[in-house]
C-alpha cells in the first residue's frame, strides 16, 4: 500500500498544470523528404530549438500535398503545429480541386520564405538524343513532335506543373507526368523516364554546377544572373513563374505569437552560414511578415485565377 506521504506526491504529479509537460513543435511538410520545402523546414527547426525545445519536421506527403495541410487544419492553434504551405498548396490546388478537404482561410501566415524561379532543365543525354542545344530547339522539337516528350514535375499544381500547361496553352504538347516531390521527378530524369522539367532553382542548383542537368531557360520576367540561361519571355514564351513558400499556421493562432515567430526566423536566416544552407538547398531567400505575407498569397491567388480556371474546362 502507499504511504500517505507517497500518495500526496502522486496526486501533486497528477495535478500539475499543462504546461508543465514537455513541449513538442512539430514543422509539417506535405511532401516527402529530399526536396527544397523539405530542407527549408529542417534549417528552420534547426534555429527555432534554442528558444522552443525540440522541434520536428513531420514528412506527411500525399494527395499533393492535402495530406499534410488537412494535418494541420485540424490542429491546435497553440503554436506547436506548423506547415509548409506553397504555391501549389495555397493557390493552384485550392483552384484547380472543387473536392479539396481544406481552403486557404483554413490557415493564418507566418512567413514567406522563399521565392525563386523554375529552370528548364534536361540531362545531357536526352539533349544529345534529341539533338537539342538550348531552350529554342526544345521549343521546336516539341511544336514538331506534339505529346512525344515527357515532362517531369514535383506534383499536380505545382509551379513545374504550371509551366509545362503554359507551354501546351502556346501549342506546344508534351506528357505531363507528376511526382511526388521534385526530387522524385529530378531522378527521373537522370533515369531517362522523362525527358525535361521545369525544376526549383534551389532544387537543381547543385546538379547544375556539377554538370548532371543542363540549365536551359528560367521561369521569372526578370533574368536572375546567378542563373546562365534566358528566359522563356526572351524566346517568345511570356512567363513569370516561381516557387515561393512558407510557414502557415492553424488560422485561429493568434498574430502576436505568429509575428513573434516570424522576427526568430528573420534573425535564424539572416545569420551567414544560414543563409549559405537555405540558398544552396532551396532557393533565394524572401522574407516576409504575417500579413505582408498574407496579401501575396491574395495576389497569386488573382493572378492563377484564370489561367486555373481555364485548366478545368
Not at 511532401?31 to 523539405?38: E, V
Not at 544552407?277 to 501575396?296: D, H, M, N, V, Y
Request: charged letters at 20%; a neutral charge.
Amino acid at each position: 500500500m502507499l504511504s500517505r506521504r507517497a500518495f500526496t506526491l502522486a496526486l501533486a504529479l497528477l495535478s500539475l498544470p499543462s504546461f508543465a509537460k514537455p513541449q513538442r513543435m512539430r514543422i509539417v511538410v506535405p511532401y516527402p523528404a529530399g526536396g527544397p520545402l523539405d530542407a527549408a523546414a529542417r534549417i528552420i527547426a534547426e534555429g527555432l530549438k534554442k528558444d522552443h525545445g525540440r522541434v520536428i519536421v513531420d514528412n506527411r506527403a500525399g494527395a499533393a500535398g492535402a495530406r499534410g495541410m488537412l494535418e494541420v487544419k485540424n490542429a491546435s492553434a497553440d503554436g506547436q503545429t506548423l506547415v509548409i504551405g506553397a504555391l501549389a498548396t495555397l493557390v493552384v490546388n485550392p483552384l484547380l480541386f472543387d473536392d479539396l478537404p481544406y481552403e486557404p482561410s483554413d490557415f493564418a501566415p507566418v512567413a514567406l520564405l522563399s521565392d525563386a524561379p523554375n529552370v528548364l532543365v534536361m540531362t545531357q543525354k536526352s539533349m544529345d538524343r534529341l539533338a537539342i542545344k538550348n531552350a529554342s530547339d526544345l521549343m521546336q522539337y516539341i511544336a514538331k513532335h506534339p505529346g512525344e516528350l515527357n515532362c517531369a514535375s514535383g506534383g499536380t499544381g505545382s509551379a513545374g506543373h504550371i509551366a509545362n500547361v503554359l507551354l501546351s496553352s502556346k501549342g506546344l504538347h508534351s506528357i505531363h507526368v507528376p511526382y511526388a516531390g521534385a526530387m522524385a521527378a529530378q531522378l527521373s530524369l537522370y533515369a531517362g523516364e522523362t525527358d525535361f522539367m521545369f525544376d526549383n532553382f534551389g532544387n537543381a542548383r547543385a546538379p547544375i554546377a556539377d554538370g548532371r542537368l543542363k540549365v536551359l531557360a528560367q521561369t521569372s520576367a526578370q533574368a536572375l544572373p546567378e542563373i546562365n540561361a534566358p528566359t522563356l519571355s526572351s524566346i517568345g514564351i511570356d512567363a513569370d513563374i516561381s516557387t515561393w513558400f512558407g510557414l502557415m499556421a492553424p488560422k485561429e493562432t493568434s498574430l502576436s505569437f505568429r509575428q513573434t515567430l516570424f522576427e526568430e526566423i528573420s534573425q535564424i536566416l539572416s545569420e551567414p552560414q544560414r543563409q549559405k544552407q537555405f540558398e544552396a538547398a532551396c532557393g533565394k531567400i524572401r522574407l516576409l511578415s504575417p500579413e505582408t505575407f498574407s496579401q501575396w498569397i491574395e495576389t497569386e491567388q488573382v493572378k492563377y485565377r484564370s489561367f486555373v480556371q481555364s485548366l478545368k474546362k
